[in-house]
């Protein structure tokens, strides 16, 4: 999987997510913290990364570039196990 988030996000105003994060690039890191640690205590691979991405804000055209680009190297790590 391949988690991306908005780093620049204003906070959110919900009373209960201080807990998972303020914002959705806090809520992505806690996912993805949780995910490795149930992959550990269950000695599976997570398969989760969080890809951090400067300068692409809510833009989809400039983050198609580097999805595709990283779903590439994932592929090509999956075909070297």
């Known amino acids: 999987k391949i988690i991306t988030a908005n780093r620049r996000e204003n906070r959110s105003k919900h009373h209960n997510d201080h807990i998972l994060g303020w914002t959705r690039f806090d809520r992505a890191q806690h996912y993805v913290k949780e995910m490795e640690k149930f992959a550990t205590e269950n000695q599976v691979e997570s398969g989760v990364q969080l890809f951090t991405v400067p300068g692409v804000g809510h833009s ?15 592929g090509q790590r999956a075909n070297q196990k």
């Open 60 to 74: 989809s055209s400039r983050l198609t570039e580097i999805c595709a680009k990283a779903i590439l190297i994932m």
